[in-house]
């Protein structure tokens, strides 16, 4: 704890502060994050296959997509050390390596997959949290309605001033309630810091 609150200082401090000594300490602070950074791959690895070995032991729910987890990251691995050793594509029909093709045509397609499934369901919880239950959900839904019709062709053949509406209300509106949210944010991440300075937020030694 007391390692964090001088560090913490120290560095808040050199950000205000100009001059050689300011820049090499925030130099300094960037290559050590980079050391320590690099000790933390292993604990990453290990947390990611305890967890799914865990889940394979216990038979968890949908154990078996740990068991494909598993197998598509060491092959992965393994081709990426295999094609770092000078093993050219051009026995593959191309120029790629074969890692790039491997991403280009599995893993691509399945991230595509994945968030074509997420629009229905963002339609879906759209649908509940625009129900005009109240003023403030019908000028929701009355703010959304414009927005979106505003963004396609059919709303400004239906009704041209309808795109500056809705520009409008991106610009204004919208741009202050973004202000407020992320000056809550702010206020909210100076507070959380100046707990974990002071010791009163503990969370991260382990500690409640």
Request: proline share 3%; charged share 15%; aromatic share 18%.
């Amino acid at each position: 704890m007391l390692l964090v609150f001088i560090f913490g200082v120290v560095f808040m401090i050199q950000y205000y502060l100009p001059g050689y000594a300011s820049i090499w300490l925030a130099q300094k602070n960037a290559e050590w994050s980079m050391v320590l950074g690099f000790f933390l791959y292993p604990l990453a690895i290990y947390s990611f296959f305890f967890y799914h070995i865990m889940r394979i032991r216990k038979k968890a729910e949908r154990w078996r997509y740990s068991i494909i987890t598993i197998i598509a990251a060491l092959g992965m691995t393994f081709v990426g050390f295999y094609v770092q050793f000078g093993t050219d594509a051009a026995s593959f029909g191309d120029s790629r390596y074969l890692f790039q093709r491997l991403f280009d045509n599995i893993l691509v397609p399945l991230e595509s997959t994945m968030f074509s499934l997420l629009a229905f369901y963002i339609a879906s919880a759209a649908a509940r949290a625009f129900r005009a239950r109240n003023v403030e959900a019908t000028l929701l839904l009355a703010t959304a309605v414009i927005i979106m019709i505003s963004r396609v062709p059919i709303g400004q053949w239906l009704w041209p001033p309808l795109f500056d509406i809705g520009n409008w209300i991106i610009q204004w509106p919208s741009t202050a309630a973004k202000r407020a949210i992320l000056i809550g944010v702010g206020l909210g991440g100076a507070a959380t810091s100046l707990k974990i300075l002071l010791g009163i937020e503990r969370s991260y030694l382990g500690m409640r």
